[in-house]
């Protein structure tokens, strides 16, 4: 199966987006998106400039439709463990929320697909199974 991390979930939301068709075709009916991705991905379409921010209850309606029972959640030993695996691998500052994305897909044995060249590195680092989608 596939996670999506949030730069997929909000391209194939958002139709402005230059990936909006190419994630869209990402959405299968057996993908799957990580906790962590649900929050940011609200914060995110909701705190974004005009014309682009999204209304939160829009977001909101969306993500319940799209992913309700799709979500996937780490544990808390996967919590527990996550700073000193970023630690090891370096990871630190805000790349240490694409660790929590990318280590809850590898602890449910998923791939994880991307948009984040960023965020490469970090999935690269920790050794998660994942895939740049390409447009």
Known sequence: MTALDTSVVIAAFAPWHEAHEAARRAVTPDAVIP???????YAVLTRMPEPFRMDASTVAA???RQWGGRVIAPDAALYESLTTAAARARVMGGGTYDALVGLTARSFGHELLSLDLRAERTYRALGIDYRLLTQ
């Open 62 to 64: 969306y993500l319940t």
């Open 35 to 41: 906790a962590h991705v649900v929050t940011e991905t």
